[in-house]
């Protein structure tokens, strides 16, 4: 999209798209127990296309594409090792397709995690090495970088290893970086902890992770009652642009369970709170469709009007 980084440096109230993986779910593609919805790049790609298109019509101005689980180290679990940097670039490839296929002026951004093969958690050091996940995550920058992406979306993140080094590999390519950072609140304490990781103070990972100098900070993959919270907890390390794009249900690899779906007009209230609180980048994480993305595109005034209070 002609302008991005512009409008964000601007304020502007800025629309991605909602959750890939779980969307691709709803739509029937099956989900792989080693890669989870990153197998679609393979085996499903005009489905990868499908909901693409779909997120861009419902009113995203940014579309992420399908690598979450498609890193080097997962695709080599798959067998598809040798051929990681074509399916990865290949993904942008498929982004493009939609946005063509719409004929909307859309940004592409190129996900990256640290999940592991065939765990539903952001591995921690039990099944891949740090050499090996360094190896990947540099690989899989220059990837998508290579096909043409926009910006890199690092997703996630939520250790004080490994979160560090996908963001030193993400600004090697010169691309803009989003920082997505991920909680959730500790069940006896009730402070603010990685989403996987209880143990993991969400403060000790802005303390690693926020210094590194990335664009844009977002809050996502986290529960919208948590999300207030952690939009705080983000600007005492960080005075840029700021995003958001909550998760609603939970996943059992390699499934997610549609459960307690958060309605649009709901999700429009919370995305008006926190656009009071400094948020100019809106969207969904897993279980979130294209109906949300419609209602924050049919919003933009009122998070306008809350944002413009904020800086007021």
């Known amino acids: 999209m002609t302008g991005l980084n512009d409008r964000i440096a601007a304020g502007d109230i800025i629309v991605i798209d909602g959750g890939m993986g779980t969307e691709l779910e709803r739509h029937g593609v099956p989900m792989h127990a080693q890669t989870w919805a990153g197998a679609a790049l393979i085996d499903h790609p005009d489905a990868v296309v499908d909901v693409h298109a779909d997120f861009i019509r419902a009113g995203a101005e940014v579309i992420i594409t399908n690598t979450f689980g498609a890193s080097p180290h997962m695709l080599q679990a798959m067998g598809h090792g040798d051929e990681a940097e074509t399916i990865i670039r290949g993904s942008v490839d498929l982004a493009r397709r939609a946005r063509d296929r719409v004929g909307r002026d859309v940004a592409i951004a190129g996900s990256i995690s640290t999940m592991a093969a065939g765990g539903d958690l952001a591995d921690p050091g039990n099944r891949h090495s740090d050499d090996e996940i360094a190896d990947s995550l540099g690989r899989m920058a220059r990837a998508l970088s290579d096909g043409g992406c926009d910006v890199i979306a690092l997703e996630m993140m939520q250790d004080t290893v490994r979160a560090p080094v996908a963001l030193r590999c993400a600004r090697e390519t010169g691309l803009p970086v989003w920082l997505g950072l991920t909680c959730a ?58 995003g958001v794009y909550p998760e609603a249900g939970y996943f059992e690899m390699p499934h997610w369970h549609f459960v307690d779906i958060i309605e649009p007009d709901a999700l429009v209230a919370r995305a008006q709170t926190w656009a009071g609180q400094g948020v100019t980048l809106f969207g969904g994480c897993c279980g979130l469709g294209p109906q949300h993305i419609s209602a924050l595109d049919a919003a933009r005034e009122s998070l306008e009007a809350s944002r413009s209070r904020h800086r007021d």
Not at 209 to 222: E, F, R, Y
Not at 234 to 242: A, F, S, Y
């Open 185 to 242: 609140r500790e069940k006896d304490s009730g402070d603010l902890v990685a989403f996987d990781f209880p143990d993991d103070r969400f403060a000790d990972i802005l303390a690693a992770t926020v210094p590194l100098g990335p664009d844009l900070v977002c809050v996502m993959h986290s529960d919208v009652e948590v999300t207030g919270d952690a939009i705080d907890a983000v600007k005492q390390h960080w005075n840029g642009p700021l």
